[in-house]
């Protein structure tokens, strides 16, 4: 497992950067020749320049280096896995953060290949050149978690992975997929408390008028659920809804909660009585997230419209700053909804997909950036 012991002080571009105090001991001696003063002056000027380009914006810091990191989900040694939705193509990855903000790049070789019969459908591993994870959500049993990640690199299909944390640093496994039914284009995946899990389907990818429909926020996508026993069904009604994107469960898996995306709505599933409840937003609602405590939820968006979404994530572009940060946080007992971050003020950073709390801190991500930005949460 390559570790960076990267933090938002010390990385930028995906370069890791000695800390300032480290080049100022190297570089302080008092005998050097000129060939190494030059050398000393260059990479001080450009770390200094690395470093203002992460430096703090309008409360948000960063740690920098890390591509697209589009879902978070925790684990139980607190650390904080996140998923590299890379673009079309190329290799994408997992993240493992630690509340200080360092945090390790998991390679393919430290991911053990152990095929699990219950998979029996999946075809083998993925393609790790063209890995890319998006929605997540992790089990924890015991010392293991059960890890499930959407996959596009090659199949959209969802990966099953065992994380190993009962020897202190994590260890990975891959233990096969779940193939995801025609039509659907699986986005975020939460595990019910009973078994099985739901899975939200942005669009049906042959559809030719998927994208049409979720610009205008027409019913597109839906919600699906898998059982071992059962394979997959969809959710009656969610059909109707735009855009199935970031998906939660209760603790009792009593209720589900979905964020309609283009349709800019949360929804609010009773599992007993199949009722859809619907709250408007006016912003594009992408991933939820659970507090700490269970209590209540994040959700992360943008301020941007859909077909500018789109663009940026179909694009090349490294940052998407214009498409801007929105983070609200949501009461199921209360059914208020509190404001806590908006507007595209963050430097580079935007483009933001979730919120997690970590500590006193509010982490947000995204899935066009090289960074993730952290605020003071209150």
Not at 19 to 44: G, Q, V, Y
Not at 232 to 241: F, N, R, V, Y
Not at 331 to 336: I, S
Not at 340 to 360: C, H, P, W, Y
């Amino acid at each position: 497992m390559f570790s960076s012991s990267a933090s938002a002080d010390n990385t930028a571009s995906g370069a890791f950067i000695p800390p300032h105090e480290t080049l100022l001991a190297a570089c302080s001696k008092k005998i050097l020749t000129p060939l190494a003063a030059m050398f000393c002056a260059t990479c001080m000027i450009t770390a200094a320049a690395l470093a203002d380009e992460c430096g703090p914006v309008n409360g948000a810091k960063f740690i920098c280096g890390v591509d697209n990191v589009e879902d978070f989900v925790r684990l139980p040694n607190g650390q904080i896995l996140g998923s590299d939705l890379a673009a079309a193509g190329k290799q994408g990855y997992f993240f493992l953060f630690s509340p200080d903000h360092s945090f390790e790049k998991i390679l393919p070789e430290d991911i053990a290949i152990a095929p699990d019969p219950a998979y029996a459908a999946c075809e083998g591993p993925p393609d790790w050149e063209i890995f890319t994870p998006h929605g997540m959500d992790a089990v924890p049993q015991g010392d293991l978690v059960k890890l499930y990640a959407v996959n596009h690199g090659g199949r959209d299909d969802i990966e099953v992975f065992t994380i190993d944390l009962s020897l202190g640093a994590a260890k990975f496994a891959w233990n096969g997929c779940l193939v995801s039914p025609e039509g659907s284009w699986p986005d975020d995946v939460a595990a019910l408390p009973s078994g099985g899990l739901v899975a939200s389907s942005l669009w049906d990818p042959r559809d030719e008028d998927r994208l049409k429909k979720l610009a205008e926020g027409k019913p597109v996508g839906q919600l699906l659920e898998w059982h071992a026993d059962k394979g997959w069904s969809s959710i009656d009604g969610t059909e109707e809804l735009s855009g199935a994107n970031g998906v939660i469960v209760s603790a009792d898996g009593s209720t589900i909660y979905l964020a309609a995306w283009s349709g800019k709505q949360l929804a609010i599933i009773d599992r007993a009585s199949g009722d859809i409840k619907t709250i408007d937003l006016d912003y594009t609602p992408d991933n939820l997230i659970w507090d700490a405590r269970g209590e209540t939820i994040f959700i992360g968006g943008t301020t941007a419209n859909v077909p500018d979404a789109l663009d940026c994530f179909v694009s090349d572009k490294i940052n998407c700053p214009e498409i801007g940060v929105r983070v609200d946080r949501f009461d199921p007992k209360t059914m208020k909804i509190e404001t806590l971050i908006k507007g595209n003020q963050f430097g580079e950073f935007g483009m933001a997909t979730g919120a997690m709390d970590v500590g006193n801190e509010l982490w947000v991500n995204s899935y066009r950036s090289d960074r993730i930005a952290i605020f003071d949460l209150k």
